[in-house]
């Protein structure tokens, strides 16, 4: 842990290497070019902030950073405000009053008709990307190169699709279900990490790298027999061994691909490594473990408790959440889960909500400033009944005279408990 009497213990570290708790000692590039900097990296943005004034090479001391405590993660995430209220809410501690501050209110309709005509729009993107990643798969399959042309113009598809409306694509990641669980997963990952990147300012050449990377991680399964991936019972370990390959073939399958960006590589190959060591093919752990290969790695989870599968039924995305936030402990880069929470939103679109009104709706659109009140489609009334004309609320409506609430979530309901179809009730339009 930190010593002050501690002689200093130097590294010299790439920017990919950088993480949160390490202590900068010097930047390998000129001090006056960074207008403002903390020697103590505490979150992820400052990280972004340095790559995105050039930094590329940065001089560390390990006697004073403080990167592998097992605390950390937690102590990380209590420290943001979001997360607090996240898990408060579902420890069933009482909320503190908030500040009252009047909401700037956006055009809930509005958005909500935005966000159906772009749906409309990445549906074709991504029925595209279906069919390519289809012929991708085969292609490996049978022992021939994939073409990253083509893959890589879908990917600046999806990347037009996303900078233009993120919250698009990523409903249609969280409510689309294909058939083969290995191609849907794959575009969304792809699309979660398009997502996640534009949260982070990546520029088109790096969102590139990750998408390409995030599309593709998992074609190496091509060589995993469909019995093993398949199987509705636990693996023997024999069948771990080859399924522990899997990130390794991918690997291999990329690495011969003409103009395939070395960086793609990472996120094939890292994505099960683990923060604590734990993951798989390699063991890497802490800083050896790249950006992209870490946020894969989170991004991979998400999606997989997102789907249904043979041994296990799918959580809704924010079970999905409160799942790693539990279980997953120490396995993911510290902060970058406070960071995902704050990107996708406590109630990422598509969740079903129970309203303490004794409505339900459908949440269509993230506030980000006030991520408990989201807008949602609402489908049923107070006394229960469902509304034909189903209208848009905007949660962050307080009473002007009490600056109370009107309504708050109570919890998330699972859409097939209460038959909701909910891909229907965001993609059909509302009435005015
Ligand atoms: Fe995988
Ligand atoms: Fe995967």
Not at 374 to 396: C, M
Request: charged residues 30%; proline residues 5%; glycine residues 6%.
């Amino acid at each position: 842990m930190v010593g002050n009497q501690r002689e200093p213990e130097l590294k010299k570290i790439s920017i990919d290497e950088l993480r949160v708790g390490m202590y900068i000692h010097r930047l390998q590039h000129s001090w006056f070019n960074v207008p403002f900097y903390r020697r103590y990296v505490s979150s992820l943005r400052q990280i972004e902030t340095l790559r995105e004034y050039g930094i590329r090479d940065i001089e560390v001391d390990l006697s004073k950073s403080e990167v592998s405590e097992e605390a950390a993660p937690e102590e990380l995430l209590a420290r943001n405000e979001v997360e607090k209220e996240l898990f408060k809410k579902y420890s069933g501690l009482p909320e503190s009053p908030r500040e009252e501050r009047p909401a700037e209110l956006l055009d809930p309709i509005g958005e909500f008709h935005r966000l159906n005509r772009d749906m409309r729009e990445a549906r074709k993107t991504v029925e595209k990307v279906q069919k390519n990643i289809t012929l991708a798969m085969r292609d490996a399959g049978m022992g021939r190169r994939v073409s990253v042309d083509v893959t890589g113009d879908l990917v600046e598809e999806m990347i037009v699709s996303v900078l233009n409306n993120d919250r698009a694509l990523l409903a249609l990641s969280l409510v689309e279900n294909y058939h083969n669980y290995t191609y849907q997963h794959s575009i969304n990952v792809a699309i979660l990490m398009l997502t996640f990147g534009k949260y982070f300012n990546w520029d088109r050449a790096e969102l590139k790298v990750a998408g390409l990377g995030a599309l593709l991680h998992d074609v190496g399964k091509v060589y995993v027999p469909e019995v093993i991936l398949n199987k509705p019972s636990s693996l023997t370990e024999a069948e771990f061994k080859i399924i522990r390959k899997h990130p390794l073939w991918s690997e291999e399958i990329l690495r011969v691909v003409p103009r395939m960006p070395p960086r793609s590589l990472e996120v094939a190959s890292q994505h099960h490594e683990r923060y604590n060591g734990n993951g798989y093919p390699r063991g890497l752990h802490d800083y050896r473990l790249t950006k992209l290969g870490s946020v894969a790695g989170l991004l991979d989870v998400f999606d997989a408790l997102c789907a249904d599968r043979p041994y296990r039924a799918a959580k809704t995305p924010n079970e999905s959440l409160l799942f790693i936030y539990k279980e997953f402990k120490g396995q993911f880069t510290p902060g970058l889960f406070d960071q995902f929470v704050k990107c996708i939103g406590v109630y990422p679109v598509s969740s079903l909500v129970e309203i303490d009104t004794g409505e339900m709706g459908v949440v269509v659109s993230l506030n980000r400033e006030d991520q408990l009140h989201p807008s949602v489609v609402l489908i049923q009334n107070a006394e229960g009944r469902a509304l034909t004309k189903p209208i848009i609320a905007d949660l962050r409506r307080r009473d002007p005279s009490t600056q109370k609430y009107l309504r708050n979530v109570v919890k998330v309901l699972r859409p097939a408990e209460h038959r909701v179809d909910v891909r229907e009730v965001i993609t059909n339009g509302v009435d005015e």
